[in-house]
T-cell receptor, first 113, second 115 residues
Framework: AQSVTQLDSQVPVFEEAPVELRCNYS??????LFWYVQYPNQGLQLLLK??????LVESINGFEAEFNKSQTSFHLRKPSVHISDTAEYFC???????????FGQGTILTVHP | DAGVIQSPRHEVTEMGQEVTLRCKPI?????LFWYRQTMMRGLELLIY????????DSGMPEDRFSAKMPNASFSTLKIQPSEPRDSAVYFC?????????????FGEGSRLTVL
């Protein structure tokens, strides 16, 4: 089984500032890792994923996440946020050989002008 | 593709009534998931299907909840009888199997209010 812990429930930042949303996981098997984003009144959307290979993965809108096996982390970062990045972000893990994702509790990112 | 389609988008009902939520997954996807989202509990997996067969229903709260997938293009989640604590947003999601199984495509959700 897997578990996912998002260390911050809310992260307020100012526009154009950098941001890091923290995610730790635990698993008895190898995992695939994901970040999903949920905008108000919408379903979740895949932001980026780590399956294998390069430990640094990027999204099309400037977010990146780094898989750190030794620290069992998959933190999400963006060097300069926009107002439109305001949303809730979910980290998720999928154990290889399993069919269901395990989601963290979510982090609400609020970008202030 | 139109994406995952859920209906109704909003449902307000009285305690004790039956509620049926519907989902049409993306064509060709072989996994279907039902989630519930509340402020208190966050995102909870209720049940998921693979090739129309229920694989894990351990998240279904109690016998009042049931889910079916009669074919690859339709699923229902039924609550009977409904209770105020069932008020939540219910999401349906679908995905391909294999390495893509973690890439879920979510519907816009059905917001249920039980009075």
């Amino acid at each position: 089984a897997q578990s996912v812990t998002q260390l911050d429930s809310q992260v307020p930042v100012f526009e154009e500032a950098p941001v890091e949303l923290r995610c730790n996981y635990s698993s008895s098997v190898s995992v695939y890792l994901f970040w999903y984003v949920q905008y108000p009144n919408q379903g979740l959307q895949l932001l980026l994923k780590y399956l294998s290979g390069s430990t640094l993965v990027e999204s099309i809108n400037g977010f990146e996440a780094e898989f750190n096996k030794s620290q069992t982390s998959f933190h999400l970062r963006k060097p300069s946020v926009h107002i439109s990045d305001t949303a809730e972000y979910f980290c998720a893990a999928l154990g290889t050989g399993y069919g269901k994702l395990t989601f963290g509790q979510g982090t609400i990112l609020t970008v202030h002008p | 593709d139109a994406g995952v389609i859920q209906s109704p988008r909003h449902e307000v009902t009285e305690m004790g009534q039956e509620v049926t939520l519907r989902c049409k997954p993306i064509s060709g996807h072989d996994y279907l998931f039902w989630y519930r989202q509340t402020m208190m509990r966050g995102l909870e997996l209720l049940i998921y299907f693979n090739n129309n067969v229920p694989i894990d229903d351990s998240g279904m709260p109690e016998d009042r909840f049931s889910a079916k997938m009669p074919n690859a293009s339709f699923s229902t989640l039924k609550i009977q009888p409904s209770e105020p604590r069932d008020s939540a947003v219910y999401f349906c999601a679908s995905s391909f199997g294999g390495r893509d199984v973690g890439e879920l495509f979510f519907g816009e959700g059905s917001r249920l209010t039980v009075l």
